[in-house]
């Protein structure tokens, strides 16, 4: 039975604050889903210039919601979710507190940026159900940890606390808890009028990466030069 599901759209100044409320640990399951991609659309206002994804309760998204696990994924998906916040042309920013775990991390992940509470948690526990992270958390996490410290999370499914996250790269301030929307309201606002820093680094890389260079050397293969296998396999069949 699917208990009480909301989601709210607030405005302060140019910023949208989203805040996800699904008691009792705001599991994304498809109700939620649905309401956060239908709150994702008023990001797209001309006067909206930055977004703020919070949660009411004790926690951020804890995690996916283990009733549906073994069941077909109903739209939208959370990666297609996480996709499209990544997507986004406006600096998205995580407000994270209580135990940000599993799909909750990954929804962070995909933000271009997260403040954590001084008392938050956040980790990728699926290995201890015998699954792995199905949102982009196993692409998302070494890009911005490398590969040593996101492997390290993963593989063990252990959380870590705040502090460690900030001295890991994984969020970028940890403030008291009382201050948590404040700053990330702060931090949405730095970062407005500018492309978020994540299709920043992005196109930067594509616009370094050499041109891709067709082989012209010996043993390329084209087709009036099959590769010997190819022509022998054609002798067999005219032979039958």
Known sequence: MVGRVEVRSERVGSTLVIVLDAPPVNALGRALRAALDAALAGGAAADVASLVIAAEGRTFPAGADIAELGQPVAEPALDTLCDRIEAMGKPVVAALHGTALGGGLELALACHGRVA?????????????????????????????????????????????????????????????????????????SLEGTPPRRLLRSARLRATWPAPRRYTGPGRLTRRQPHRRLRRCHRRRRRR
Request: charged share 15%.
């Open 117 to 189: 509470a001084a008392s938050a948690r956040m980790g990728l526990p699926e290995v201890t159900l015998g699954i792995v992270p199905g949102a982009g958390g196993t692409q998302r996490l070494p890009r911005l940890l490398g590969a040593e410290l996101a492997l390290q999370i993963m593989l063990t499914g252990q959380p870590v606390t705040a502090e460690q996250a900030a001295g890991m790269g994984l969020v970028d301030k940890v403030v008291p808890d009382e201050a948590l929307l404040s700053e990330a309201l702060a931090l949405a606002r």
